[in-house]
């Protein structure tokens, strides 16, 4: 086995998805949502990095090959636990996490059974798409637990009719809870129509790598 740069990169974003969630039982909310969104970022950022370097420099291997989908499986699968285990969207983000697990697991399953006939099936453009809105998603969702602290801590002491007024522009805003109801509204949304988005284009996706496999699942 070769150590390339592209496998460094690649086995620290596996060492990043369990972090995450440590970050959670050690650091309080909402600086565990700061590194943890720190953390995704970088790792989803060298999930680019480490293709483009082994594509560049002539550095595929064999450990990069088999690490590289381990490694983004690793870190979408434990983002969307940690999500569950502590965001108030748990229950809207149920579902779309169950389709996005089921489909993991049903494709790497797969592609277990095909052994090398799986690399010969192609990845799609609406797969990479996928991917793309997942990582985006799960950033949103991570960062709308820092809006929602912020939020809560600017509104204590305030009754409704004088948060009202301040959201109204009727009174000033002293603590910028204004702005972070404004991001509140953008993250909570924002974040539950992605995760949806690519929970749907994740089933799309897996039906079609399903279909493409059918012909090497057929008995003799």
């Known amino acids: 086995m070769r150590l390339t740069t592209p496998n460094i990169l690649t086995l620290l974003r596996l060492a990043a998805a369990p972090l995450m969630a440590l970050l959670f039982l050690v650091l309080p909310r909402p600086y565990a949502d700061m590194?943890?969104?720190v953390l995704f970022v970088g790792a989803s950022l060298t999930d680019w990095l480490d293709g483009y370097i082994a594509r560049a420099w002539n550095q595929r291997t064999k450990l990069g090959t088999m690490l590289d989908p381990i490694a983004d499986k690793a870190m979408v699968v434990i983002a969307l636990g940690v999500l569950l285990g502590t965001s108030s969207l748990s229950g809207g983000l149920l579902l779309p996490a169950v389709l996005i697990l089921f489909r993991e697991v049903f494709v790497s399953g797969l592609r277990e059974f095909l052994g090398d006939v799986a690399g010969t099936l192609a990845v799609t453009r609406l797969a990479k798409w996928k991917t793309a809105i997942q990582m985006t998603?799960?950033?949103i969702l991570l960062a709308q637990g820092i809006a929602e602290h912020y939020f809560g801590m600017g509104v204590l002491g305030m009754d409704d009719a004088s948060l009202q007024a301040v959201l109204?522009?009727?009174?000033?805003?002293?603590?910028?809870?204004?702005?972070?109801?404004?991001?509140l509204q953008i993250t909570?949304?924002?974040?539950?129509?992605?995760?949806?988005?690519?929970?749907?284009?994740?089933?799309?996706?897996?039906?079609?790598?399903?279909?493409?496999?059918?012909?090497?699942l057929r008995e003799d």
Do not use: Q, S
């Not at 109204?168 to 991001?183: F, K, L, Q, R, S």
């Not at 994740?202 to 059918?214: M, P, R």
């Open 35 to 37: 590194v943890a969104i």
């Open 137 to 139: 998603a799960i950033t």
């Open 168 to 183: 109204n522009a009727d009174a000033p805003d002293e603590t910028g809870v204004g702005m972070w109801w404004t991001a």
């Open 188 to 216: 909570t949304w924002g974040g539950l129509a992605l995760i949806w988005l690519a929970a749907v284009l994740t089933a799309v996706t897996g039906a079609d790598y399903f279909a493409k496999a059918l012909p090497h």
